[in-house]
């Protein structure tokens, strides 16, 4: 596509349960990235991949965060037993390589109710 | 502890004149450093890229600085219109093989 994709744009769930984020990537980008960003806050890195692999997973705030990308491409960033304060808005971004421009998608907004 | 800054928070102007927005870090040897800007429910867009080994970039009415010795880089907006109204963000990626990370950003409004 022209641009970095995810869906959905708004999901409001139940505390204690799990959501599934997904992002599209620009094609060819080999480098993708998930941020959270809470109202008025800003961006906190959450992990970035390389190709399908994850070097940097520092930025998961716990264990119920988990994440994956296959065939370099779509990713797809799990929370489990959400709980409020995961509330945020889930931005991805992809870039062609690691230290070059990233493209933002719209981003996910999740309310945990 | 690592540490990014950037000034006040807001930033008020009038159409027409020029801007500074700062970006300051603390125990990062940033690769390189950019500038977002952001709007309002919408994702980060890119701006500007800025390697060690650059002292300026320039792009139309922006110009970017950067100084490792200070350890700071500018931003510079120059015949600001309302449109230029948003939350502008610097992002630097260290040498050390973290994640480039976001200031905090700091939220310009142009008035006619």
């Known amino acids: 596509g022209a641009g970095v994709s995810q869906s959905p744009s708004n999901k409001v769930t139940e505390k204690g349960k799990d959501v599934e984020l997904r992002c599209d990537p620009i094609?060819?980008?080999?480098?993708l990235y998930w941020y959270r960003q809470r109202l008025g806050q800003g961006l906190e890195f959450l992990i970035y991949f390389q190709g399908n692999s994850a070097p940097d997973k520092s930025g998961l705030p716990s264990d119920r965060f988990s994440a994956e990308r296959t065939g370099e491409s779509v990713s797809t960033l799990t929370i489990q037993r959400t709980q409020q304060e995961d509330s945020a808005v889930y931005l991805c971004?992809?870039?062609?390589?690691?230290?070059?421009?990233?493209?933002f998608g719209q981003g996910t907004r999740l309310t945990v109710v | 502890s690592q540490k990014i800054e950037q000034n006040s928070e807001a930033l008020n102007i009038q159409e027409g004149k020029s801007a500074t927005l700062t970006c300051n870090y603390t125990n990062y040897s940033p690769a390189y450093l950019q500038w977002y800007r952001q709007d309002p429910g919408r994702g980060p867009v890119f701006l500007l890229l800025i390697r060690e080994n650059e002292k300026e970039k320039r792009k139309e009415r922006l110009k970017v600085t950067f100084d490792t010795t200070l350890k700071q880089s500018l931003f510079h907006i120059t015949a600001s219109q309302p449109a230029d109204s948003a939350t502008y963000l610097c992002?630097?990626?260290?040498?050390?093989?973290?994640?480039?990370?976001f200031g905090p950003g700091t939220r310009l409004s142009v008035l006619p």
């Open positions: 992002a630097l990626d260290p040498l050390n093989g973290q994640n480039f990370v």
């Open positions: 094609s060819g980008h080999t480098a």
């Open positions: 971004a992809s870039s062609l390589e690691r230290r070059r421009e990233a493209f």
